[in-house]
């Protein structure tokens, strides 16, 4: 079965610029997540998505990011505009369910802001 | 809130060595607990998990016991190879709608 993937693998942007990256889960998994890894750091969640319905959003820096999954399936995370901090891995996850809690990841977008 | 400490890397061994990557944990409840492994290059991949206390998980060689007394799910593994190399993280799952909690990292390297 495909994993997940993610699209762009790497990107470099000025501070200030709007950046999006793009998340397909593996086919029939409802959750979706998004985690972000700061070098050095383990990931840390963003957002996490039932279907196309917000489970939880209190990490997501609301101010400059937004995230959405319309349809259920794809899903797309942007930041407008970018600050230097926001320098990171960008991964996205999907498992079948809440309730089931193995989680796949995809190889991550790479955001360099300068 | 739920938090991971995992012991600071890089941890640098011979190949054929054993291994140990301490991991604790502080959770409400009874968490799941998670090892995963991310080779260069390449999206993290499950290692292992265990969802209650004294299970054990195991593949390729690893293996990790889930300490509710010791909150711990120490990584082992008894003859590393060069293929080994990459940065393992332990994680949590408390079970609600917050995703893993993740240790920073411990940085494997294997030398033949």
């Known amino acids: 079965e495909a994993g997940v993937a993610q699209s762009p693998r790497y990107k470099i942007i000025e501070k200030r610029q709007s950046v999006a990256f793009w998340c397909n889960p593996i086919?029939?998994?409802?959750?979706l997540y998004w985690y972000q890894q700061i070098l050095g750091q383990g990931p840390k969640l963003l957002i996490q998505?039932?279907?196309?319905?917000?489970?939880?959003d209190s990490q997501l820096p609301k101010d400059r990011f937004s995230a959405e999954r319309l349809k259920g399936v794809d899903s797309t995370l942007k930041i407008q505009p970018a600050k230097l901090e926001d320098s990171a891995v960008y991964l996205c996850?999907?498992?079948?369910?809440?309730?089931?809690?193995?989680?796949?990841f995809g190889p991550g977008t790479r955001l360099t802001v300068t | 809130g739920d938090s991971v400490t995992q012991m600071e890397g890089p941890v640098t061994l011979s190949e054929e060595a054993f291994l140990t990557i301490n991991c604790t944990y502080t959770?409400?409840?009874?968490?799941?607990l998670f090892w995963y492994v991310q080779y260069p290059g390449e999206g993290l991949q499950l290692l292992l998990k265990?969802?209650?206390?004294?299970d054990k998980g195991s593949n390729k060689g690893f293996e990790a016991t889930y300490r509710k007394e010791t909150t711990s799910f120490h990584l082992e593994k008894g003859s590393v190879q060069v293929s080994d190399s990459a940065v393992y993280f332990c994680?949590?799952?408390?079970?609600?709608?917050?995703?893993?909690?993740f240790g920073k990292g411990t940085h494997l390297i294997i030398q033949p």
């Open positions: 996850a999907s498992s079948l369910d809440r309730a089931i809690d193995e989680q796949y």
């Open positions: 086919s029939g998994h409802a959750t």
């Open positions: 998505f039932q279907n196309n319905g917000v489970v939880d």
């Open positions: 959770a409400t409840g009874y968490p799941s």
């Open positions: 265990a969802t209650k206390a004294d």
């Open positions: 994680a949590l799952y408390g079970g609600g709608a917050d995703g893993l909690t």
